[in-house]
């Protein structure tokens, strides 16, 4: 057998719930920093992640730019797809070996 991580997405309180009720592991909170309809800020996502026992994952607009900002968090896991991509290869910057605790 091979054991699969259940993990939702999430934007606002009534969702996460939802995911709550799915039995996922872990919940994906967006957007942190991308300005879209979803658009949290590092505060919202802060009060999204504590109404959570579930292990929050910051989502969303996440660039060499600001990760530094993450630290803010006080998570140690963050996806992001613009973060990891580069037109040249993988981005081989600083922030790889980034210990966010």
């Keep these: 057998k091979k054991k699969f991580s259940?993990?939702?997405?999430?934007?606002?309180?009534?969702?996460?719930?939802?995911?709550?009720?799915?039995r996922v592991?872990?919940?994906?909170?967006?957007?942190?920093?991308?300005?879209n309809e979803n658009f949290l800020g590092i505060n919202k996502y802060k009060l999204l992640a504590n109404l959570t026992k579930k292990k929050a994952i910051a989502l969303g607009g996440i660039s060499k730019n600001n990760v530094k900002k993450l630290k803010?968090?006080?998570?140690?896991?963050f996806a992001g797809i613009s973060f990891f991509e580069q037109k040249k290869g993988p981005w081989k910057g600083p922030f790889l070996n980034l210990n966010l605790n």
């Design 6 to 22: 259940i993990i939702g997405s999430a934007h606002n309180i009534k969702e996460i719930k939802t995911k709550e009720k799915q």
């Design 25 to 35: 592991e872990k919940i994906f909170i967006s957007s942190l920093f991308k300005k």
């Design 72 to 77: 803010l968090l006080k998570h140690s896991e």
